[in-house]
């Protein structure tokens, strides 16, 4: 058995992604702690640029798995979607006199913080679940069709989807994923020129065409190699499925695609 040198690591390492979550509710406490955990992440120039839609509804829970393809984001008895929300500081400075045209949390550089920003959020939520023995799941799959997401929130200007948390007490829990070696992701002080990546990675290849996933177990998952040159071919370009519902929320994307 492995020895952790606290309780801290010891959840970071045994992180899994629990997709099968049992009907118990989460209290309203632990609920508090978990929304409290998320507003203690770093946040960029102390701006506060996200937000956090706490689904209770069925029907937008249920959307959200028409939207995601995937049942268990409507079963999850917590379900979030944490967001870029630039809205709230807009309408502060709106209303301290600061004329529409002088405005810059439209531009990217806002855009991204709030993204940074929601994320912190969402991985310090995440990891105070999972030390109370909770199961996550993290849910990208909220931004398989963005406007319909922003439609189903009734998301305002000035506010974007970035990921979906589900969290709940654990029915099944799937092995540990495989992850990378250190070598292949921590570098000293600079990015190394010249790495062989396929027989640096060749063992973690192997191994992670052995992994079952629990929505398959009948099968292994495809080897990285593989996945990775799948996945590199078959996603709809960043305009389509980023910068287009971004500039619909008001945000001035077309600096970052002059870039």
Aim: glycine content about 6%; overall charge negative.
């Amino acid at each position: 058995m492995q020895n952790y040198p606290n309780d801290t690591i010891k959840t970071l390492m045994q992180r899994r992604t629990i997709r099968n979550f049992t009907k118990e509710a989460i209290d309203e406490t632990t609920r508090n702690w978990l929304e409290q955990a998320a507003q203690q992440a770093p946040t960029s120039e102390y701006r506060h640029s996200w937000s956090a839609i706490r689904v209770t509804d069925p029907a937008v829970a249920g959307r959200l798995a028409e939207i995601g393809g995937q049942h268990y984001i409507a079963e999850a008895p917590l379900l979030y979607v944490f967001v870029v929300d630039v809205h709230r500081n807009t309408q502060i400075v709106l209303e301290n006199g600061v004329p529409e045209q002088n405005l810059t949390f439209k531009y990217p550089y806002s855009f991204f913080q709030g993204y940074q920003d929601a994320m912190l959020a969402l991985s310090a939520m995440q990891i105070a679940a999972e030390s109370l023995g909770l199961g996550v799941v993290t849910l990208g799959s909220v931004l398989n069709d963005v406007d319909a997401t922003i439609a189903a929130l009734e998301l305002p200007q000035f506010v974007y989807p970035v990921l979906g948390l589900g969290i709940g007490h654990v029915e099944k829990a799937p092995q540990v994923k495989p992850r990378m070696p250190q070598a292949a992701q921590f570098f000293d002080n600079r990015y190394p020129e010249s790495v062989n990546w396929k027989e640096l990675l060749k063992e973690f290849d192997e191994e992670t065409g052995k992994y079952v996933d629990l929505r398959h177990p009948d099968r292994t998952i495809p080897p990285f190699f593989n996945s990775i040159t799948r996945h590199c071919t078959d996603r709809p370009t960043a305009e389509k499925r980023m910068i287009g519902p971004a500039q619909r929320q008001g945000f001035v994307m077309q600096d970052f695609l002059d870039l």
